[in-house]
């Protein structure tokens, strides 16, 4: 997540000269804006629902190639290879491109111009083609159908009936389905269980333990918190659970439809005045305002820092530097007085949004794929590969052995029950939650107080979509 | 064999201009066609919405203070990196002294233009790598490191660097100079070179100091080469998107923090991908581009000057 891709200016051009080779074969710029070249919307031809059978839904042709696009993030891409050999187990005839990136909107941003999209995309990560714009230009097929479609496993369900609950709400824009969530993720504060065994420090329930905690780990000459400064939304992952916590699920709601009233909720000061005695009590790894997310995660599995916040994709995305004892575990955001939510509250849901483009060639193959991914294999596969839980009902097998972090995240799910909630803002209101992160990177460097920091979130509701 | 004249210079000149018409004039001309619309960037459907982006682009907070980062950069980049190219080529090339008298560099001149021009071989990817890890907010960065073993500040709270609203711009300026001197360097020399030895010769013989004959000499012979950089160091003034983007801290192509180190193009690239509003973008490119012409052509017109023969 969050990384700095290299990027150069030049192409743009490069991109903007594409779209003019396409554009010049319709004649005039007037045509290029009236929408398209014409020769994409040929290629809609395949559409899904015809031909279809119980055993082929979407009436998928053996034959068509599949190209498939993969964020190679934290979870890496191995689990996507997989996913392809189980379809081409089915499709064999299926010529199966493959690309694992991390420059998504680079890569696709042109191909969605010229109406020549992928036909299924795990849209991830800091370069993601955001699922609000792309469905406002009406690019994303509506995944009812998939949702409708029998679960693989057991022909007697339909694929809704077997997906976590949330999964749905989380990927839906005014009404329709248009992105598959399919990773489980949990959010919290990470910690080292051996080194906290060590050092005798008790795992705080409550955040005035927490801070009194903080202190005791500060005397002991560690820092007791580190965050991925250049990347503030992991710190909001903290500021915002506090408020959500403290507050209920009306005002996440609230918070998700940019309800510039949500702000004068007083949840929303005691969420983020709490948060800031970390900054008053001067409990930061030093540097950390100005870290990357690999620096400071570094950092902290190096012993340097005791928490950090982050989501359950950490342990695979450290799993080079983490040392074989660290015994990763993980931490709901402690609980502050008067919460609306129990302790056990976890902001947890469905992330890592795959989507089917409106005007993929093979939109019948995209489907199945995903399809094929909501299987007790696939789902598996990915926990075995990606150390993380997918958004499959029971789907993983006994035979799956988890990491230390993953399976203390998975006792917190189990633990917090039906207590889990979900910020969508940051999915479907890029605007606002961009303002949000830039206010939190002042408040982080005490440039601003809590009470600025809640005035800064109010006035940036009037980015709303 | 006259007539047949131009439609051999035709012949050579067709594919070249078609080229450039289809690959760039005709582009540009999207790019304003563009912003009259609310194109989103993700698909060829948009609607005229007249001049209305670019009324909107003038009240835009960050994007004024966007062209004033530009500006400023406009006013410190091309000043500091012809300064200094031209001491550092100014001392290679005739700034020595020796006991035998005639011109020549200091000692080891040849060595130091190698080492000067080292940076221009890096692309601005390892740049950016490179100086982040200087400019690293944690003892692990260079600058830092060294800071902190000096005693010259406390460990607990280091610099910020690039994350400091009042620093970033800067640090970002310094690595454009330290990658640009060594270009602009070797450019100078070679325009040294190829002013008459004699004329130095005499100004030595009548007792001229270094600086008289850097002032009296050597820059009005390279006048127009300087004239020249001044233009290039001009537009890469206004764009310095690569280096911005990579290395400042905020969400989408950097500029952070909180808008700090917002340049033009970082705020047109979050527009155009990120926020969906490509329209708006290009309205942007547009004044983007009427910027750096004028600009190209006022420091034609005020460094002109009568050519020197020699």
Redesign the interface.
């Given at each position: 997540m969050g990384s700095?891709t290299?990027?150069?200016?030049r192409d743009?051009?490069k991109r903007?000269?594409a779209?003019?080779?396409l554009?010049?074969g319709s004649g005039s710029?007037?045509a290029?804006?009236a929408?398209?070249?014409g020769s994409s919307s040929d290629n809609n031809s395949a559409a899904p629902g015809t031909g279809g059978n119980a055993a082929n839904p979407f009436g998928v042709k053996a034959g068509d190639p599949l190209d498939v696009v993969i964020f190679k993030g934290g979870y890496g891409d191995d689990y996507a290879k997989s996913f392809e050999d189980m379809y081409k187990k089915t499709y064999a005839g299926a010529n199966i491109s493959h690309l694992g990136t991390q420059d998504i909107?680079?890569k696709l941003?042109p191909r969605?111009?010229a109406?020549n999209p992928p036909d299924v995309i795990d849209d991830s990560g800091?370069?993601q083609?955001?699922i609000?714009?792309?469905a406002?230009?009406?690019?994303l097929t509506d995944l009812t159908k998939l949702l409708d479609a029998p679960y693989l496993d057991d022909p007697s369900k339909k694929i809704r009936d077997v997906l976590l609950p949330g999964t749905i709400e989380q990927g839906t824009i005014g009404g329709k389905m248009v992105s598959l969530n399919y990773v489980y993720t949990v959010f919290g504060l990470w910690y080292s269980a051996k080194l906290f065994k060590d050092k005798g420090w008790a795992v705080p329930k409550t955040w005035d333990e927490f801070i009194t905690l903080c202190g005791t780990i500060k005397a002991a000459g560690i820092a007791p918190f580190a965050h991925q400064?250049?990347?503030?939304?992991y710190a909001n992952y903290v500021i915002l659970d506090l408020i959500a916590k403290q507050g209920g699920l009306d005002l996440v709601k609230k918070i998700d439809a940019c309800d510039a009233t949500a702000w004068d909720d007083p949840a929303v000061l005691a969420g983020v005045t709490a948060f800031y005695k970390i900054m008053d009590g001067?409990f930061l790894?030093?540097?950390?305002?100005?870290?990357t997310h690999t620096?400071s995660q570094t950092?902290w599995c190096q012993g340097k820092a005791a928490f950090i916040p982050s989501g359950s994709w950490l342990e695979n995305e450290m799993i080079k530097v983490t040392p074989a004892d660290f015994d990763m575990a993980f931490l709901p955001i402690p609980s502050l007085s008067g919460d609306k939510l129990p302790a056990t509250a976890v902001r947890a849901g469905a992330g890592e949004p795959f989507i089917v483009p409106s005007k993929a060639k093979n939109q019948a193959g995209g489907l199945e794929f995903l399809r094929m991914m909501l299987t007790k294999e696939g789902s598996g596969k990915f926990a075995a590969a990606a150390n993380s839980l997918t958004v499959l009902k029971d789907g993983i097998g006994a035979d799956v052995v988890l990491k230390p972090g993953t399976k203390s995240s998975s006792v917190a799910v189990t633990a917090a029950g039906s207590n889990t909630f979900n910020f969508s803002y940051p999915d479907l209101q890029?605007?606002f939650?961009?303002e949000l992160?830039?206010?939190t990177?002042?408040l982080v460097?005490k440039?601003i107080g809590p009470k600025d920091w809640v005035a800064r979130g109010k006035a940036a509701t009037s980015k709303k979509v | 064999m006259r007539h047949r004249k131009y439609p051999f210079i035709v012949g050579f000149l067709i594919v070249p201009v078609v080229l450039y018409v289809v690959l760039v004039i005709w582009p540009y001309l999207q790019t304003f066609g563009y912003s009259l619309t609310d194109w989103s960037g993700a698909s060829q459907k948009m609607n005229f919405i007249g001049l209305r982006n670019y009324a909107k682009l003038f009240g835009d907070n960050v994007f004024i203070s966007a062209v004033g980062h530009n500006l400023l950069l406009l006013l410190v980049l091309p000043v500091a990196t012809i300064l200094l190219a031209l001491f550092f080529a100014f001392m290679l090339n005739v700034g020595g002294r020796s006991g035998t008298g005639g011109v020549q560099g200091v000692r080891g001149a040849a060595f130091y233009k190698i080492i000067f021009f080292f940076p221009q071989v890096l692309s601005v990817a390892i740049l950016s790598v490179l100086f982040q890890g200087v400019y690293r907010t944690d003892q692990g960065g260079l600058l830092n490191g060294i800071l902190v073993k000096l005693g010259l500040e406390d460990a607990g709270h280091p610099w910020q660097w690039l994350a400091d609203p009042d620093l970033g711009l800067w640090c970002v300026t310094g690595v454009l100079i330290w990658s640009g001197v060594g270009f602009y360097l070797v450019l100078f020399s070679a325009a040294m070179q190829s002013v008459p030895k004699d004329i130095y010769e005499a100004a030595l013989l009548d007792g001229a100091k270094r600086a008289q004959t850097f002032f009296k000499i050597t820059l009005p012979l390279l006048w127009e080469t300087i004239q020249t950089a001044w233009v290039y160091l001009a537009i890469a003034a206004m764009d310095a998107f690569a280096l911005v983007s990579t290395m400042t801290p905020g969400a989408y192509y950097g500029g952070g923090p909180d808008h700090h180190s917002e340049i033009m193009a970082t705020y047109l690239m979050r527009n155009f991908i990120t926020f969906g509003k490509a329209g708006y973008a290009c309205a942007m490119g547009v004044v983007i581009f009427f910027i750096t012409l004028i600009l190209s052509v006022v420091s034609l017109r005020v460094t002109r000057r009568e050519k020197i023969e020699f």
């Open positions: 700095a290299e990027y150069n200016r743009i051009f903007a000269a779209v003019t080779v554009a010049a710029l007037l290029a804006c929408g398209g070249t909107s680079p941003q969605f111009n109406g800091a370069q083609l955001k609000d714009v792309l406002g230009a009406d690019q400064g250049k990347y503030p939304y001067d790894l030093p540097g950390t305002n100005g870290m620096e950092a890029t605007a939650d961009t992160q830039n206010a990177n002042e460097n440039r | -």
